[in-house]
């Protein structure tokens, strides 16, 4: 999990039970930026993946989903 989802999902529990603070409020709506960014970043290679799928270029496509695994909030997998 990225850091700023979690500081996000933090920051939504507390203003579930008060007010957040206007500097709490600032951090939110910051890592609600960094979600959007994070958000439009997987969609390009998402889309970038499903291209080279349809072209047939899977050396291009190995490398796509590289990216996709090393993604900053991708779950970490398990050693073999």
């Known amino acids: ?21 206007p500097e709490e409020q600032t951090e939110l709506e ?20 499903l291209l080279a799928s349809m072209t047939r270029d899977t050396e291009w496509q190995h490398e796509i989903c590289g990216q996709i695994d090393s993604f900053p909030w991708q779950a970490k997998k398990p050693d073999p």
Do not use: D
């Open 30 to 49: 910051q890592c609600m930026q960094v979600n959007a960014k994070l958000c439009w970043e997987m969609a390009c290679l998402e889309n970038a993946s």
């Open 1 to 21: 999990m990225h850091p700023a989802h979690r500081r996000m999902a933090t920051l939504w529990t507390l203003s579930r039970n008060r007010r957040l603070t």
